[in-house]
């Protein structure tokens, strides 16, 4: 896989190369290159002039040596041939030659040697330019707040655009050091996710977001032409920062641009994530994002710890209590249970009530903080919260009865007003406490089957409309041989058609109502009927199940609570400084 991180050098030299380019909009404020590159013209000028001068110097003396010594020769040569010969004719042939080759070759070195000179200044001045040029262009890019122009300015217009679906980690689009992506949110669902890496602890990652500078009214501090968040996430999903696009907090920002700085305190992948501000409309404008990775001065190792901790089932009893780290946040959540209906009257509900424990280990003699919901808004609901010592514990755990219990604290918190309460207690002894949530909620349990009540259990099924049971007309109640558990009541129905419909005559054993019916007139019609009544089976739920209606606002109940303990003394008055107090003389 090709690496994500190139050398700043190797950024610098592709920049004005780069600048040229062809886009896809526009967005990097040429101008603002323009002048930088004139600006790193002057400032290499002037670096070269300065180093130039030293370069020419150094290797002015060294190439004139060389120059002096060659040209000087040869000159020397054909200066003391011909002077020599002139002034050897004069002088004499053998001495006046000598004499003139000599002082033909002292003039000539120093001529190539300031020759040499000249040479090599040139070659200083325009080593010391690039140099110049190279240096001052690396140190906006290293340090972007000693540099009076916009980072934005100086990383390439985007030359591609994000590659969709790129909605995850796992599709995210790699951002190599100083380039561009374009991107568009099409809907509010949408997220877009980039990656890039660091290579060392403690480096700083540097965002760039930006806006076409064509569009028109474009200001992302007033949120023109839209809200966006931009967040850095770690392959775990934590978020590292999160801004939006009209932060005030950028270490540099134009009207179209922003740059946002965050230390990664460990090595590795991390994900930038682009999506709309929340509570904002969707914008389809086009943006741009940028990443560049840099080293900071910060020193030292960062923990490989989470931002909170979570419960880890089972947790259900004392000795399965998870430990608390001190001033950690907890994560948990009180399961839904289907196990055991509990009638009540004409209907069943579902019993809640999972517990968790958690443990946690006291010096002794300290006050200790306990804030429920306080990282995270719980659900509203009605928590109970308990603590016991070892022994409490252990009789808990045991099976005896809660009622028989002293718990040191029990607490029962109804968040419906405000999510965030905390409770403040004393720690007397040294040793392990236990510490018991559990969250009490009712759900109707629906009746899955009805089956008729007989003598010995159930029987046959049936079918109720609503509730636990209800009473069903039927002719079998005379039927010994089923066991039915029956009861008569006086109806008016249709005897011989409706089920379980009898005269009650007396006769074959039915019952008889009124008393004396029939009753006859005197001419002997019947004046007083006998009424009619229905024999009825109980019929009852066997079996609960079904779906589960969950009323409005009841969902499973995730919960936090962070437990701190303070290693203050729960008493001012069993503390050393209440003792020097009392000591001090009074004049009373």
């Known amino acids: 896989m090709k690496s994500l991180l190139y050398p700043i050098t190797g950024l610098v030299l592709l920049l004005p190369l780069m600048a040229n380019s062809a886009t896809l909009g526009g967005s990097a404020a040429q101008d603002s290159c323009t002048d930088k590159y004139n600006q790193g013209l002057a400032d290499g000028y002037d670096l070269g002039y300065e180093q130039g ?57 120093w001529r190539g040697f ?24 690396a140190a906006c890019i290293a340090d972007p707040q000693s540099c009076d122009i916009p980072l934005a300015s100086c990383i390439p217009d985007a030359l591609v655009g994000e590659t969709e679906p790129n909605d995850s980690f796992v599709t995210a689009d790699p951002l190599e050091p100083g380039t561009s992506f374009w991107g568009q949110l099409y809907a509010l669902n949408d997220r877009d996710y980039f990656y890039t890496a660091t290579t060392k602890l403690n480096q700083n990652l540097l965002i760039t977001f930006s806006v076409p500078e064509w569009l028109e009214g474009a200001n992302l501090a007033e949120g023109n032409p839209g809200l966006w968040n931009i967040s850095v996430l770690d392959a775990a999903g934590n978020v590292f920062a999160s801004f939006d696009s009209n932060a005030r907090s950028a270490v540099q920002s134009t009207p179209d641009s922003l740059t946002y700085s965050v230390t990664l305190g460990l090595a590795g992948t991390y994900y930038i994530r682009v999506q709309p501000a929340a509570g904002n409309e969707i914008n389809a404008h086009a943006y741009s994002v940028s990443a560049l990775v840099q080293d900071s001065p910060l020193g030292g190792t960062q923990p490989t710890v989470g931002f909170y901790d979570t419960e880890m089932e089972r947790n259900d009893l004392p000795s399965q209590g998870n430990r608390l780290a001190n001033g950690v946040t907890m994560y948990g959540v009180i399961n839904l249970t289907f196990n055991t209906p509990i009638l009540e009257e004409d209907t069943a509900v579902w019993g809640q009530g999972e517990d968790d424990w958690f443990k946690y280990t006291s010096p002794g003699n300290e006050i200790v903080t306990l804030t429920f919901c306080e990282k995270e808004e719980c659900p509203l609901g009605n928590w109970l919260v308990e603590v016991y010592d070892q022994s409490m514990a252990n009789r808990y755990e045991s099976g005896e009865l809660r009622e028989n219990l002293t718990p040191i604290l029990a607490i029962n918190t109804n968040n419906s007003g405000d999510p965030n309460r905390v409770f403040r207690f004393g720690l007397r002894n040294a040793g392990d406490y236990y510490i018991r949530v559990n969250h009490k909620r009712l759900f109707e349990a629906p ?77 002997g019609q019947v004046a007083e009927k006998c009424v009619t009544y229905q024999t009825l089976a109980r019929c009852s739920c066997s079996q609960y199940g079904g779906v589960v209606e969950v009323p409005e606002g009841s969902y499973s109940s995730p919960y936090n609570f962070t437990w701190h303990g303070t290693r203050l003394p729960p008493s001012t008055a069993d503390s050393d400084a209440y003792a020097d107090y009392e000591n001090r003389p009074t004049p009373y």
Do not use: H, M
């Open 447 to 523: 009746c899955r089957v009805y089956r008729y009540v007989t003598t010995s259990g159930f029987g046959s099924q049936c079918a109720c409309e609503s509730g636990n049971s209800c009473d069903i007309p039927t002719d079998d109640c005379s039927d010994s041989a089923l066991g039915l558990v029956c009861r008569n009541q006086i109806a008016d129905c249709a005897f011989g058609i409706e089920p379980g419909c009898l005269s009650a005559d007396g006769a074959d054993g039915r019952l008889r109502y009124p008393p004396n019916c029939p009753v006859f007139g005197p001419s």
């Open 114 to 137: 300031t020759d040499g000179d000249a040479q090599g200044y040139t070659r200083g001045d325009a080593d010391g330019y690039a140099r110049g040029l190279a240096t001052q262009l």
């Open 53 to 109: 001068k030293t370069d020419g110097d150094t290797q002015g003396w060294w190439r004139g040596l060389a120059d002096g010594d060659t040209q000087g020769w040869w000159r020397g040569l054909a200066d003391g041939d011909s002077q020599g010969w002139w002034r050897g004719f004069a002088d004499g042939d053998s001495q006046g030659w000598w004499r003139g080759f000599t002082d033909g070759d002292g003039q000539g070195w």
